[in-house]
């Protein structure tokens, strides 16, 4: 059973690849702002739909909330986008919980363990930190996903921690979208936030007197 289990999940990280690909080579924020101008009344309603289909796939949020802030006032795009997001983002996350859980959890390090009991235990403010960093890409999707993080602190987290990042992309429009998101460079630079910040954090704790003496033997 376990065998079948991580076959199935190889499988679909092949074909996830592979959507991702051709998706990223076939679709533009240009391509996505005349789709929704040629909806008329429905574009909203398949923005949103179409945000949470494809955005679990990898593709950038971006492509969809550039064009989204050339369509609609400032107000409608920004809340469209953040709808669009949430329930892209819980897609990614119920299927990492499926699919992926139990194999992550036996493959956790102490860190990463440490993490996952604080979320465990309450959760929202650190998937709120996370989203701040990472806004609302599909990795920090999956990786909640696998975590004993709760569905009620995941929403909460999520859902106020994408508030920064979705109204930037809306208001500045595409200039941030293609610094910020359309390069790799970007994931790498949102890992670099994390350690820096957990370096930053680690160091004050062993700078605290309290928290020295409470350590010593």
Do not use: K, Y
């Not at 190889?10 to 533009?28: D, G, K, R, T």
């Not at 860190?111 to 920090?140: H, K, M, Y």
């Amino acid at each position: 059973m376990a065998i079948v289990r991580r076959v199935s999940a190889l499988v679909v990280v092949i074909v996830v690849v592979a959507v991702v690909v051709m998706l990223n080579q076939a679709i533009s924020a240009s391509d996505v702002e005349a789709f929704l101008v040629e909806r008329g009344w429905l574009g909203p309603l398949v923005f949103v739909v179409t945000m949470w289909i494809l955005q679990p796939l990898l593709l950038p949020g971006p492509v969809f909330m550039v064009p989204a802030s050339l369509v609609w006032s400032a107000p409608a795009a920004i809340a469209l986008s953040w709808v669009g997001n949430m329930g892209a983002s819980f897609i990614a996350f119920a299927f990492a919980r499926w699919v992926a859980r139990d194999w992550a959890q036996q493959r956790l390090t102490d860190r990463l363990r440490a993490w996952d009991s604080r979320v465990a235990q309450g959760g929202a403010r650190e998937v709120a930190v996370l989203r701040l960093f990472t806004g609302q890409i599909t990795p920090a999707d999956w990786l909640l996903g696998v975590s004993s993080v709760r569905l009620t602190p995941f929403f909460l987290g999520t859902a106020i921690g994408i508030i920064p990042s979705v109204v930037l992309v809306v208001l500045v429009g595409a200039s941030v979208g293609d610094w910020l998101f359309a390069e790799p460079s970007r994931w790498g630079g949102a890992l670099v936030a994390i350690a820096i910040v957990g370096a930053l954090r680690r160091i004050q704790r062993r700078g605290n007197p309290a928290t020295a003496g409470h350590s010593a033997p």
